[in-house]
């Protein structure tokens, strides 16, 4: 009686691919899996009973199909590297970009906007003494008390 399910010289029978398929359900089925399933539906075909053109082709379309979505994919994985490589620059620019605009207050007047207890704004007017760098990221101390770079609104010279 013939096998249906592979056959000593397919390589790795198709009840193999199914049982690594299922053990790693991450894992998915390649150009090689399919062509090997596709070369293993031709040889153990029933003679009285031959696959059809319409079936062959269907076949043959589902693998360009299934090359196609795996070349999409290996697109789709570059362009993610490349704008991880793009923010990882433009974080690096604002950082610098903050620095210098931090330091280009040290003397300067500044008007920085707080809230009070209440939650209110309130506008604090001071010369900016310094600059101070906690966790990266640029302060302005004007009287001895640091403010967020962001909170200024007025820059006076």
């Known amino acids: 009686m013939v096998n249906p399910v592979g056959g000593a010289s397919s390589g790795q029978s198709n009840s193999n691919l199914f049982t690594s398929f299922v053990d790693n359900p991450d894992a998915a089925l390649g150009k090689t899996d399919f062509l090997q399933l596709l070369i293993t539906k031709l040889r153990y075909q ?8 319409e079936s062959f082709i269907a076949d ?16 789709i ?4 590297s490349s704008i991880d490589g793009l923010n990882t620059n433009l974080i690096a620019l ?3 970009q903050n620095t210098t605009q931090a330091a280009s207050l040290i003397g300067k007047t500044v008007v920085v906007e707080v809230q009070d207890a209440e939650g209110n704004p309130v506008n604090i ?4 003494d310094i600059v101070r760098f906690v966790d990266g990221q640029p302060k ?9 770079l962001s909170s200024v609104r007025e820059i006076k010279a």
């Open 125 to 128: 007017e001071g010369t900016v």
């Open 60 to 75: 043959l379309a589902q693998f360009s199909s299934l090359e196609q979505m795996q070349n999409l994919n290996t697109a």
């Open 140 to 148: 302005i101390v004007i009287n001895g008390v640091e403010y967020e």
């Open 46 to 53: 029933d003679p009285l009973k031959p696959m059809t053109d």
């Open 77 to 80: 994985l570059n362009q993610s």
């Open 94 to 96: 604002i950082m610098m």
